[in-house]
């Protein structure tokens, strides 16, 4: 669901870029090429294809089919598949999204991949020069606002919905956030709650970028396909003899609390 608007756009703004590189005969304006990688932390129908099929997003270019199973193995799993993935393509950007394992992961290998042990045949990276690095990698020697990233030997991490916390640190998804936000070289958080959070664990203002929330734009994009009172005589009927409640339980802790409703009220849990 979180990566559906952020697709949507870059088809938009290649598309744009394409344009105007014809009327302006500048073909030094490039299309934006990216793929979209799954690596199958949610792969059964309603936890995978139903939201690729509602959401209207293409097909995964790269599926990497890990799996379940304790939060050590799909980490590690996500990290040996999605590392391939990176000396292959070689991507001068890394966009993860959310608070998954798959986010920590797939940030993690990014963030410790060397290009140029795989792109000339040496392990000493300090005699790599600086034409081979920028030969595999080019963005990343020019715009690199992170220390580890300053001879461009990675890609550049890109993290959305960054910042947000619940300050528990029992719920594996804090883990996944803190840790992904220490090492990703762009944090676009949802408000400005989660800047000051940020701010507050010592990250530069300069990573950080206030964008939206990602939900919300699938939310928006989707408006038009609800049914609207009068359409569904269920919904209407529901609408008018109760007042409903609509909780979106994601977490397990909050998943098994109790859920309680004043005698009267109605509830609709997702």
Do not use: W
Not at 34 to 50: A, F, I, N, P, R
């Amino acid at each position: 669901m979180k990566i559906a608007p952020i697709i949507r756009q870059l088809k938009v703004e290649s598309e744009s870029l394409s344009v105007l590189s014809q009327k302006t005969n500048d073909y030094r304006l490039k299309t934006i090429d990216y793929l979209l990688v799954h690596t199958g932390q949610h792969y059964d129908y309603e936890m995978s294809k139903v939201f690729f099929e509602d959401l209207e997003l293409p097909e995964p270019d790269i599926y990497l089919g890990v799996g379940s199973g304790t939060h050590a193995e799909q980490t590690g799993r996500v990290m040996i598949e999605f590392e391939k993935v990176l000396f292959k393509e070689k991507p001068d950007l890394v966009i993860v999204v959310g608070d998954v394992n798959s986010t920590l992961a797939c940030a993690l290998a990014a963030s410790k991949i060397d290009y140029s042990k795989d792109s000339v045949e040496s392990t000493n990276v300090e005699a790599v020069s600086c034409e081979q690095l920028s030969v595999s990698n080019p963005t990343n020697s020019k715009n690199s606002i992170n220390a580890m990233n300053a001879r461009g030997y990675r890609p550049l991490i890109a993290h959305v919905e960054a910042g947000l916390r619940s300050f528990d640190r029992t719920m594996p998804e804090e883990i996944n956030r803190l840790l992904t936000d220490q090492i990703s070289d762009f944090l676009f958080t949802p408000s400005p709650d989660a800047n000051e959070n940020l701010k507050k664990e010592g990250i530069s203002e300069k990573k950080i970028f206030l964008v939206g929330n990602v939900m919300v734009d699938s939310l928006l994009f989707n408006l038009e396909k609800l049914p609207m009172p009068g359409t569904d005589t269920t919904i209407l009927a529901l609408t008018l003899r109760f007042p409903i409640l609509c909780a979106l339980c994601a977490m397990p802790k909050r998943m098994f609390s109790a859920l309680t409703f004043e005698q009267g009220d109605g509830g609709c849990l997702s």
